[in-house]
């Protein structure tokens, strides 16, 4: 098998099938070869050389193709042209071909978990660049906290493949992201402590996207953010920084995560929003005492103090934005 698993993507519309290949390309971060065939001669000299992983044929195709030379891929999904495709739909993955391409994507990933050992070569695209750990945290309520986190977390995702996860219950931000909601932190926790080998399309699975930045959506309750310990998101960053191939990973650090202070230690630099009023500073002042005095003093040595515009004020918004990714990258000691 070659080193990438390859895909195939045939359809006789020409303008469909080459539409859908790039959709493909540009939304599944699997390492997948593409080609796309619109006549299956052509895919059927391809076969000859290459070891087809994964067929995404449309209906008429793939009976034509049957009738001539039997199965060119051990996996197939077949994109229906009608209610009911003709084939075993025990043995053989079917999908509307009129349905959005996310949901084709979606049944790939289904079709990749499913057989996940056939699929054994497959990586993230680009991995290759360390990984910086980003925290927002303040112990200040209604500070806009979420808001700049995915605004920065999309500036950085223009320098390098960018992930947010939050740690909010009973969040609204996965109305915000694009993507099916197929799970969340906890599960994605869950299934790579089951079989790291199978990691990569679990988090195709689950991640949401905007504008270039990828999230993993938070758990519904507080109490199951509290069981995330240090040392299982530990394992977890590994696991999005070595398979993942993130370069940037930002923790929206909300309601606490048990070790909350070891997780603020796990960051490269922190930001932290504050606002000018006397008890505000207190709480931040209070919060930095408690952090020194349980010897956690590395963490206001590499922390940002913010003190953000009004959102609504686009512009100006956006210029903060950038200053501040600035001063995080001074921290981090790469330059902005």
Request: charged share 30%; aromatic share 8%.
């Amino acid at each position: 098998m070659s080193e990438n698993p390859f895909m195939v993507v045939c359809d006789s519309d020409r303008q469909y099938c080459i539409r859908l290949s790039e959709y493909i390309r540009r939304n599944l971060s699997l390492s997948f070869g593409i080609e796309a065939y619109t006549d299956c001669e052509a895919l059927k000299e391809f076969a000859k050389e290459n070891e087809v992983s994964l067929l995404v044929i449309s209906e008429s195709m793939a009976k034509e193709l049957t009738d001539e030379t039997g199965h060119i891929s051990r996996n197939t999904l077949i994109l229906r042209e009608g209610l009911k495709t003709g084939f075993d739909e025990e043995s053989v993955r079917s999908i509307s071909k009129y349905v959005p391409a996310r949901e084709i994507v979606d049944a790939i990933l289904d079709v990749c978990e499913e057989k996940a050992q056939d699929f054994k070569g497959l990586s993230i695209k680009g991995a290759e660049k360390k990984t910086r750990v980003i925290g927002f945290y303040t112990p200040l309520s209604r500070s806009g906290q979420t808001t700049f986190a995915v605004h920065m977390g999309e500036k950085l995702s223009e320098k390098g493949r960018s992930l947010l996860l939050s740690f909010e219950s009973f969040s609204a931000i996965t109305e915000v992201f694009e993507g099916s909601k197929n799970g969340d932190i906890t599960d994605l926790l869950y299934l790579a402590e089951c079989d790291e080998e199978e990691f990569l399309i679990h988090l195709e699975k689950i991640r949401q996207k905007r504008e270039g930045l990828d999230m993993i959506p938070p758990p519904k309750m507080a109490m199951q953010i509290r069981e995330l310990s240090a040392e299982r998101l530990k394992k977890l960053l590994r696991l999005l920084s070595e398979k993942g191939g993130y370069e940037y990973i930002l923790l929206d650090l909300k309601d606490y995560p048990e070790d909350f202070f070891d997780i603020l230690s796990m960051c490269d630099c922190i930001y932290t929003i504050g606002r000018n009023n006397s008890r505000d500073q207190y709480r931040i002042a209070l919060y930095n005492k408690t952090l020194m005095e349980n010897g956690y003093d590395a963490v206001p040595a590499k922390t940002v103090k913010c003190l953000l515009p009004d959102v609504r004020q686009v512009r100006h918004y956006a210029s903060f934005v950038s200053d501040y990714l600035g001063r995080g990258m001074e921290v981090l000691g790469i330059g902005a």
